[in-house]
């Protein structure tokens, strides 16, 4: 597969628009090489990451942390310096797909909520929020190519519903000198953001909660505040996201999960509810995980998907 191609499935589930202002998604370290046989998928790029691509004939490494937020000189043997030399050595692509990921919630980073069958789900951090733009163009339209647009008829023109990202392939199509006009509508609309919450199917025991979590997350936590009764509505972000358990507590989550607890932070938080810090590790890697296998999915017979497992700094 080409290269750009490749990247252009990547971001129809990590879009960059999506990406924090302060991240550094996309492009990492690029490469001559432009027909991609074998992508590895992990969680960091570190050095472990990139020899192991290198054993594995991949030409192309999918992360989700970016190498670096403050790109610098390699100056000093590091594995920052590692990292590099290894990725140019071995005409290797190196990709992060970092809060693109994240702020998608109908991508991988959802797959905890999705696993306990958490319904009604809701964004805790709403970052973005986008409408449609009507579309008109006189009869006949682009219709070739154009699926997954809505199509109206009004008098001698076609009107078409088309999102965000829908628009470059729309305007490329080939539409023989015809007129364009454009108009941004206020619904439907769609969020993006940071975080989620939802409900369980059915109200669970602490005892019984535990006990799924543990089967989805194989891993000791610490837990802040005391647990409820029972739990209905469970609250979680990925990664450092200790800073939303004062919104999911807000909204009327019952428990929320993340990583990266600061002591103030769970001062502050102690008495709105119960939160368990699982660690920056165990939600990202089940993302990354899952997000493989989806591509595996979705690349069969065109590119060999090889998923790295990371290593938990702190286990």
């Known amino acids: 597969m080409l290269v750009q191609n490749l990247i252009a499935l990547i971001e129809t589930t990590a879009p960059p628009r999506l990406a924090a202002p302060w991240d550094k998604s996309g ?53 920052y310096h590692d990292v590099l030399s290894r990725t140019m050595k071995n005409s290797l692509w190196l990709y992060s797909a970092h809060t693109s990921l994240d702020a998608n919630p109908d991508g991988p980073v959802n797959w905890f909520g999705r696993a306990l069958g958490l319904q009604n789900m809701r964004i805790l951090e709403v970052t973005r929020r986008e409408t449609p733009v009507l579309v008109r163009v006189p009869k006949p339209g682009p219709e070739n190519g154009m699926s997954g647009i809505r199509v109206r008829t009004d008098g001698d023109f076609l009107e078409y519903e088309v999102w965000p990202e829908d628009l470059p392939r729309f305007r490329n199509a080939d539409r023989a000198g015809q007129p364009v006009h454009e108009m ?47 739990i209905s509505t469970v609250a979680y972000c990925p990664g450092s996201g200790a800073d939303l358990a004062g919104p999911a507590f807000t909204l009327g989550a019952q428990v929320y999960l993340s990583g990266d607890l600061k002591y103030h932070q769970a001062q502050a938080i102690r008495s709105l509810g119960l939160t368990l810090d699982v660690g920056h590790f165990q939600l990202e890697e089940g993302m990354m995980r899952v997000w493989s296998e989806d591509l595996a999915a979705r690349l069969a017979g065109d590119v060999r998907i090889v998923f790295l497992p990371g290593r938990d700094p702190f286990a």
């Open 27 to 79: 492009v990492q370290i690029a490469s001559a090489t432009e027909d991609i046989r074998v992508m590895c998928v992990a969680l960091d790029p570190e050095p472990e990451t990139v020899r192991q691509a290198v054993e594995h004939g991949a030409q192309f490494v999918l992360c989700h942390h970016p190498l670096t937020l403050s790109p610098r000189l390699p100056d000093r043997l590091d594995d």
């Open 184 to 230: 941004p509508l206020a619904f439907p609309s769609r969020e993006f953001g940071f975080g989620c919450m939802g409900h369980l199917p059915e109200a669970l025991t602490w005892e019984e909660f535990e006990r799924a979590v543990s089967a989805l997350l194989p891993c000791s936590w610490r837990s802040i505040g005391c647990p409820p009764g029972r």
